[in-house]
């Protein structure tokens, strides 16, 4: 019979997705915490080393375009410029993870709301990305786990 007609064929279809789903369901969440730590990082730290190449230019960029409201161009180029350096390598280590994702996660709604309204896509990414790690751990693949393994014994 056709699978479309009731038939065999289609509790096979059935079958298969379920299987499919069930086989997809394994991918280990480490994996993916790893991959999101390493992409949210590596994208910070860029405009990091950005901003310490061309620390001149970075103070300009905040004095004309970012506008940051309440702190110095100079004062907010150096947070941002240490913050985007330090908590990315805490990210890639898997070492205080769950409160590095915090800093990051003020700095994409100061970014969204002053600076780049229009760039929610990105902010949603990385948002999304840094909840994930804040609210599941940074997984197997880092040494908050290692600590967290070593002092449970």
Known sequence: MSQFT??????SGIAWFDSTR???????????????RIGV?????KAGL???NSFEFAVKLFQ???????LAPA??????????????????????TRIATIPLLGMIAVIQTFVYPNAYND????????????TRGPGVFSLDYLIERRFSK
Request: proline share 4%; net charge positive; charged share 10%.
């Open 41 to 45: 990082g590596a994208t910070f730290f």
């Open 50 to 52: 950005l901003k310490y």
């Open 123 to 134: 902010h949603l990414v990385w948002g999304s990305i840094l909840v994930l790690v804040l």
């Open 75 to 96: 004062i907010a180029a150096r947070i941002a410029m240490v913050q985007e350096l330090s908590i990315p390598i805490l990210l890639f280590l898997g070492l205080g």
């Open 22 to 36: 069930a086989w997809l369901a394994r991918f280990p969440l480490s994996i993916l915490l790893l991959a999101g």
């Open 64 to 70: 004309e375009e970012y506008r940051v409201p309440l």
């Open 6 to 11: 009731g038939g065999t064929g289609a509790w």
